[in-house]
């Protein structure tokens, strides 16, 4: 027996990052859930499916978690095949964990298929790798979405003690910048704003940590933003010959290529 | 024109994991060169190309980064579509920028191609999601190697202010319980090992911090070893119903199954 339900990652956008199995669980789906930041590209994947959008949109209230899990239970129990996708991985900041407990506690069947997260993709796409051996052999991920979820990580941090990631964080940069700052980290540490990761849009910002908060990022309307912060951002230079120093850079239409 | 090498990462193992991506480059590759992790199931995937494994082996000094660089050029200079595949992410401890940098200098084009990291994905098999709303709203990743390693970054993270995961950590894990229970995390804290995650012989280890060093592995030989430390931890009684507490439990075959 198959399982009714599929969580599953979209990674950062560009169909060919999906997993085989993301790929064959959308073609086999009946019904589609997904967020507002999946690509188009990906959700065409999903052959004849029923397709409904459950992220967040500008200006209307996003459906509340309980009515998500709700329409996940009622559809399985008519028997469909349902995938909920998610970008990124389902359980990076994608409650996807939320979603298997109330499978799980209504009985019903579900399998999770991780994607890539941006926490690792978004900087690798722009040239920055979150470990290198002499600069970073260790990395932190947060969310910037709110204060609560990453002081109590952060204020303490210390210094250069790793490569620090932070996913939806471009509201809350100069508060995260403060931050670190306070706690002994350098002003002039390298730090990058990548920009629409995997997208047609996609561009990075590069400067330091103090010149986060006043970034210009005229093309960042409506594009997800990841943090990088750490000395791999200067790795961007030579892995990825289209991003320039303290300013947003045209997009790159592939992910790193250097071209002698 | 097409790029020569492909830096691409082959994820937790099983081929379903793979990206579409990764799975083209394999098909159009000339020349793969492998670490030892990666799994036959993967390599069949190049098809007639040739196979040169660059990994350590038992009783075997392994070959040297910079002789691994020497081959890609070489390979590359003839003209040869090379994939050098990694277990896991190459930008996540696996010396990809390196490689990605030696490239670059010699002037040969390439790309890299992200794979899911065991840092999300052996957790995620095991039914732990990294994040999880109320329990754990950051991570962060080490390499338990060496000492130098993650000392900086464990020695003074705030008890319980994220999920803790420790990629090659099985070795050093007696030392990774004390420096965080020296900081003040409680030795009540739940902590797992997850072992050959994506593979046949896939099996989870759960108890707490404190147990960690005495924790008993008998099925552990020879398997990758992921810890991960955290409240996230208990989840994985409910979205993954095969993972027991306290002790080494059966492979399981299928990634994350709760069957109501």
């Known amino acids: ?46 052959g004849t499916a029923q397709r409904f959008s459950v992220g967040k949109r500008c200006g209307r209230p996003a459906i509340r ?12 129990r008519r028997g469909k095949r349902v995938v909920r996708l998610k970008g990124g991985d389902p359980f990076v900041f994608g409650r996807g964990g939320e979603e298997a407990l109330a499978l799980a506690a209504a009985g019903i069947s579900f399998e999770v298929v991780p994607g890539l997260t941006n926490a690792v993709v978004a900087p690798a796409l722009a040239g920055i790798p979150v470990t290198h051996r002499g600069l970073a052999s260790a990395f932190v991920v947060v969310s910037g ?14 210094p ?10 471009l509201a809350s940069r100069a508060r995260l910048a403060e931050l670190l700052i306070g706690g002994g980290w350098s ?24 010149g986060l908060a006043s970034a210009e990022l005229a093309q960042a309307a409506g594009l997800p933003g990841t943090l990088v912060i750490g000395a791999v951002v200067t790795l961007a230079d030579v892995i990825s010959r289209r991003v320039a120093k303290g300013r947003a850079t045209d997009a790159f239409e592939e992910p790193i290529h250097a071209r002698g």
Not at 19 to 28: C, I, N, S
Not at 145 to 158: I, K, N, S, T, V
Not at 160 to 169: E, F, Q
Request: hydrophobic letters at 55%; proline letters at 5%.
């Open 1 to 46: 027996m198959s399982d009714l339900v599929s969580l599953v990652g979209a990674g950062p956008g560009d169909p060919e990052l999906l997993t085989v199995k993301a790929v064959r669980a959308l073609a086999e789906a009946d019904l589609v859930l997904y967020d507002a930041l999946v690509a188009p590209e990906i959700l065409a994947l999903a």
């Open 145 to 158: 979405h709110d204060e609560a979820a990453f002081r109590p990580l952060l204020e303490g941090l210390a």
């Open 187 to 210: 002003s002039a540490t390298p730090a990058a704003i990548v920009l629409g990761a995997g997208t047609a849009q996609a561009h990075t910002w590069q400067g330091t940590l103090a």
């Open 65 to 76: 978690q309980e009515s998500i899990h709700a329409l996940l239970i009622r559809a399985a």
């Open 160 to 169: 250069a003690s790793a490569t620090v990631v932070v996913l939806m964080g």
